[in-house]
């Protein structure tokens, strides 16, 4: 029997939600429960009709409640037996209702088209349906006092629509208008014109500076390019509406729903070789990042200039968003030609999130604006000691453990530079402000060198290390709920494993909170470490070395100097992709896993290589011979599916978590749901935080609460 959990927030309290949520699920069948927390209404329902129940629960909700976002987690069954209405959730734990920013909703959207609305042509219009959010709020409640609003007394309408229960600003509070809200330095004009003639504008936006510039001129977009220090990562392309997105990319129905979610994400599709867009905006990657405006401000920008613009976070490379006035024409001055500031302040920077649709769900491969700071919703029984989880080195978040919940921050980024560092430090104090905690326990990666490891050292606070691999499979257990035991698969590109060598292409059986590393890799050695990560040459050396052939890091991999020992799955995707000539080298993180994933797109044989597995141990020195004399980047990914599917198998477990980045990677992970399924499997996968190195605080934050845990 399927089982949904479903999570809402928006105005679904003291609505008669849950009478209504009883009646339906006893309507349709369904046994399960629902609960009130503070971050809003959470319910399971488990029965043949749980979908229904799901699209009836929006279509038929009580007039007075509305709601702002639902989230559905997939479970496995659990025989759940009656319907309750549980306890409202302990409030003593502020588990405030900080709601992400939410994309403009249609009736603004009119309204600031309308030549006869009060709002028409404001920037800064906003209801209780949509507006920013968790980038204004400064404490909780969430109140107005407690918002960068603060400052904006309310003129007497605004005032009136804020106390009128028939209003849609009804208590909206970053209310706001032309006559008492916030401003634009500059006419809006100032910013068009010089998108029109080619400048790089840099524009305050909801969570941060944004550079834009318009995506069809290549001479502008290569000037960005040199000005931010960027090779050759693409750029996302910010389109006025879903016809401009269809002109430049291949868009699908789920695609589409995507991008005009109220998260209103970046949405990576597949390019159209016509896009129009210059060859600069994503140089020569079959793959596009699109989003739709979120804000008034940038509808009515885009109504001005009805072209697709190229919107990247206004920063220098390696530095978090600016989001103060000060800030920004410090640090963009000789980046923009022109700013565009506005006088609401933003509490702290949130960039854009990107994501992949996929059948069902949404695929996170950045989570910031839209989506943070919703909790992930945990169950069990909640915890007593409050876990801080301080993440990774790379594509950083932080989280906290709250009992039956975990809020995962915003994306903070790469922690190589002071600023980024600084980032790092203000994100993890906003976090203890914002829900009043101070942790008992840090929980950090097991590599010592990483900057979040050695803060985490200098707390003062009881320090529990989680393996990197172990955090990636608990993240993806904790949001699906996985009972033990089951198979947990992490695939990345380089984690710190228990031996002292660089893990990645691992197999664990999770059983009673111990992790057995049952599987992996057959090991390699990386020659030249940091540059194994940027140049395929070196893991393909690596691999040529096992076999005794010779290359020209031949000498290095003798001496074993600066050569680390393997088993890393994305590596071995760089070295494949190196041989077949897909791509020589990572000018930006992934870029040869996404080129192999575009080249496999366009075969259509999925007859996996030879990959023997002797002691749990996958040898790829078959695979690479065949792979040499014609290479298959569709085969390749075919082999790496049915390895999964054959170590479920073997493990004699029903459920598989995939998480890692190499599960990013679409192709790979619908290979791989299908192989398992066809094993008689389920593959869960992940469904609100990053399969990247973005959702190892959860995991972290999951494992340092249970005592059971120890990374051996
Ligand atoms: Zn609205
Ligand atoms: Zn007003
Ligand atoms: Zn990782």
Redesign the pocket.
Known sequence: MPRIRLTLTGAVQGTGFRPFVHRLAGELGLSGWVRNTAAGVVIEVEGASAEEFRLRLCAECPPAAWIAQLEATQLPPARLSGFKILESEDEDQPVAAILPDLATCPECLAEIRDPDARRFRYPFTNCTRCGPRFTIVESIPYDRPHTTMQGFA??G??AAEYRDPADRRFHAQPI??P???PRLSERLECASEALKSGQIVALKGIGGYQLLVDARNESAVARLRERKSREAKPFAVLAPDLEAVRAVAEVNGEEAGLLESAAAPIVLLRARPDSGLAASVSQGSPWVGVMLPCSPLHHLLLDQFPHPVVATSGNRVGEPICITKGEAEARLRGIADVFLHHDRPIARPCDDSVARARPGGVSLLRRARGYAPLPVWIGGNGLNSCVLAVGGHLKNTVALHLGRQVVLSQHIGDLDTPEARDAFVAAVEDLERLYRRRPEVIACDLHPDYFSTVWAGEQGVLVRPVQHHHAHVAACAAENGLEEPYLGVAWDGTGLGTDGSIWGGEFFLVERGRFTRIGHLRPFFLPGGDAAMREGERPAAGLLHELGETTRFTPLLKTGFQSVKTTSLGRLFDAFAYIGGIAPRNRYEGEAGLRMEAAALAESDDSPYELPVRDWIADWAPMLEEFRRAPSPRRFHATLAGWIARMARRAGVRTVALSGGCFQNDLLTRMAVAALEEAGCRAALHQRVPANDGGLALGQAVLAADERYAPE
Do not use: T
Request: aromatic share 0%.
């Open positions: 309310l003129c309408d605004c706001a208008c006559v008492c809200g």
